[in-house]
Nanobody, 118 residues
Framework: QVQLVESGGGLVQPGGSLRLSCAAS????????MSWYRQVPGKERELVAG????????NYADSVKGRFTISRDNAKNTVLLQMNSLKPEDTAVYYC???????????WGQGTQVTVSS
C-alpha cells in the first residue's frame, strides 16, 4: 500500500524555522515528482514547492521563494521542506504529494499542522 507520512509540524514563532519530512513507501519513490502543498480552512489547497524525480528541478510559490527549500533523498524515500523566516501567513496544514508512474498516479499524505504565532 502507498503511504506518505508527514512529520515535523508544530508551533513556531515568527521568524523561526521548521523542517517538514515526508516518508514515502509502497511505490517507486525515485520515479515520482514530489510536492508540498498547504491549506488553510476555507481556502484552496495551494502548491508550496515541488521537486522532480531526479532532484534536478525545483519550483516554489512566490510567497515562499527565498525562505523555503525542498529537497529529496531517494535513498531514504523522503522529501523535506526546510522552512525559514516563517510568517504567520505560513500557518496551514501542509501536505506531501507524490505524482508519477506510467499511469500518472497521484498520492497524498495526511497532512501536518504548522502554526506560526507569537
Amino acid at each position: 500500500q502507498v503511504q506518505l507520512v508527514e512529520s515535523g509540524g508544530g508551533l513556531v514563532q515568527p521568524g523561526g524555522s521548521l523542517r517538514l519530512s515526508c516518508a514515502a513507501s509502497g511505490f517507486n519513490f525515485n520515479t515520482y515528482s514530489m510536492s508540498w502543498y498547504r491549506q488553510v480552512p476555507g481556502k484552496e489547497r495551494e502548491l508550496v514547492a515541488g521537486i522532480n524525480s531526479a532532484a534536478g528541478s525545483t519550483n516554489y510559490a512566490d510567497s515562499v521563494k527565498g525562505r523555503f527549500t525542498i529537497s529529496r533523498d531517494n535513498a531514504k524515500n523522503t522529501v523535506l521542506l526546510q522552512m525559514n523566516s516563517l510568517k504567520p501567513e505560513d500557518t496551514a496544514v501542509y501536505y506531501c504529494r507524490a505524482y508519477g508512474g506510467m499511469r500518472a498516479y497521484l498520492y497524498w499524505g495526511q497532512g501536518t499542522q504548522v502554526t506560526v504565532s507569537s
